[in-house]
Every structure is written in structure tokens, then in C-alpha cells.
């Protein structure tokens, strides 16, 4: 059928594509650069934030700046135990974007939410104002990895220091064995790029 044929055809283009990848388990998405003098390069692409900065569905995804309770109560900083003794250390859970006293969800709560200053309040639901029915919350999880990066499908293509990435099919400038043909589960293009 149409749909079937056009899904395929879109999958080999994707194979011609330079988008940064991790098919041999280094430390995080990657790609060979089109420098002669940098043969590869680690990509930057965010490891944890799915990035929404509105809410969508329970907020899991929702990487904004707001620091204040529904109440008004201002959020306690994650990397703190005063006034409130906490697990959810940011260190532990580098994933989880625990930065700052910003709301969160890291544990799958209705939304995000965060521990209180308020020494009698020891956390509350955060405001955080719904996505419009666009697809804002989507896009901001199509440029992010978990892990290692291995189930990475986004289309970043720029190195962390601004090289433009080779194609993976090239041997130009730089020989490789990392081809589409021997990895192939490393390049097939996915509409969303995390996956937990």
C-alpha cells in the first residue's frame, strides 16, 4: 500500500542521513565529522529534559522554571535537605532534570510538584499552565537520549563544537566501519526520539 511503501522509503533516506547516532555503546550520541582534522565528536544533544516548558498529560516531560507552589509557597532547591529531608538527589537521578528548586516529576505523580521552604508545608503541586492542544509538548521530546544514547532517533547533526556530521554511508573524509549495513538498528529514523 501508499503508506507502507512511502514508511520504507523514508527509512532508507534515512540512511544516507548524518544524524548523530550511538551504534557501538560509547558514552553518547556521536557521529564522524566532515573535518579532515576531527575524525569524530561527541553530539550536543540534552541527556535527560524532554524539554516541555508547559504541562502535558502528568508533566513527566515538563523541564520549565517555575519554582513556586500552587499556594504560593516557593519550592525548596532539589540539591538541598533544608528545611525539607529528601531522596530526590540530583546526582542520583541525572535524568529527572532536578535543577535548581524548578517543579518537576520525577516519580509519576499527577504533575510536577516540589518540596516547600515552608518548614509546616513539605510539598505541593506546582501551577504549571496546560500545553494548548498544539503539539508543544510533543516537539519538545524529539531532541533528547536516555541511557547511553542507543535508541537516539532525533536529527541533530552538529557536533558539540559546531562540526557538520559525515553521513554515515560516507567514507568521506573519514574511512569508518560504523555503515548503516552493519548497524541497522542505529539509524532507522523514529518519529519520537526518548524512549525510557
Request: one cysteine or more; aromatic letters at 14%; a positive charge.
Amino acid at each position: 500500500n501508499a503508506w507502507s511503501s512511502g514508511f520504507l522509503s523514508s527509512l532508507a533516506g534515512d540512511l544516507k542521513m548524518n544524524y548523530c547516532r550511538n551504534p557501538d555503546g560509547e558514552l553518547r550520541p556521536w557521529c564522524f565529522t566532515t573535518s579532515p582534522t576531527k575524525r569524530w565528536e561527541y553530539c550536543n544533544i540534552p541527556l535527560s529534559g524532554l524539554g516541555s516548558q508547559c504541562l502535558s498529560g502528568k508533566g513527566e516531560d515538563y523541564q520549565g522554571t517555575i519554582a513556586i507552589t500552587e499556594s504560593g509557597n516557593a519550592c525548596q532547591r532539589w540539591n538541598t535537605q533544608f528545611p525539607h529531608r529528601h531522596g530526590w538527589i540530583p546526582d542520583r537521578y541525572p535524568c529527572k532534570g532536578l535543577e535548581e528548586n524548578y517543579c518537576r516529576n520525577p516519580d509519576g505523580e499527577k504533575r510536577p510538584w516540589c518540596y516547600t521552604t515552608n518548614s509546616s508545608v513539605r510539598w505541593e503541586y506546582c501551577a504549571i499552565p496546560r500545553c494548548d492542544g498544539t503539539e508543544q509538548g510533543i516537539a519538545g521530546m524529539k531532541e533528547c537520549y536516555r541511557g547511553k544514547g542507543q535508541s537516539y532517533r532525533g536529527t541533530t547533526s552538529i557536533t558539540a563544537s559546531g562540526k557538520k556530521c559525515q553521513a554515515w554511508n560516507s567514507m568521506f573524509p573519514h574511512r569508518h566501519e560504523k555503515t548503516p549495513d552493519r548497524f541497522p538498528n542505529a539509524y532507522v529514523y523514529l518519529t519520537f526520539s526518548c524512549f525510557i
